[in-house]
């Protein structure tokens, strides 16, 4: 089982910027970033290939930046414009069949991180 540890994350005034980043024991095919909101189910945010083809859902298109670094392992996400909406605790998972934002195909989670975006 791939073991993932996260970082970063805290509290951000709405239009701050933060970045978390997830080291992971070993890459996988898609790597993901997905949050959870108070509330709320969790969702899919962004997801990464090992080919580096990116995916961002509709609400984060232009203000969140998702990247890896295959030398160090790490998976990151760039957060800019952040909104009070986007306050939620935040989840990297990892994948190896299908690179899609279906739970069921992550089988590795990392242990969550809180953004909070004060207005």
């Known amino acids: 089982e791939v073991q993932l540890v996260q970082s970063g994350g805290g509290t951000v005034q709405s239009g701050g910027s933060l970045r978390l980043s997830c080291t992971a024991s070993e890459f996988t095919y898609c790597m993901a970033w997905f949050r959870r909101a108070p509330g709320k189910e969790r969702e899919g945010v962004a997801r990464?290939?090992?080919?580096?083809?990116?995916n961002y859902i509709d609400s984060v298109k232009g203000r969140f930046t998702i990247s890896r670094d295959n030398a160090k392992n790490t998976l990151y996400l760039q957060m800019d414009s952040l909104k009070p909406e986007d306050t939620a605790m935040y989840y990297c998972?990892?994948?190896?069949?299908?690179?899609?934002?279906?739970?069921?195909?992550?089988?590795?989670w990392g242990q969550g991180t809180q953004v909070t975006v004060s207005s």
């Open positions: 998972a990892a994948g190896t069949r299908f690179c899609t934002y279906l739970e069921n195909y992550f089988g590795s």
């Open positions: 990464i290939t090992d080919y580096g083809t990116t």
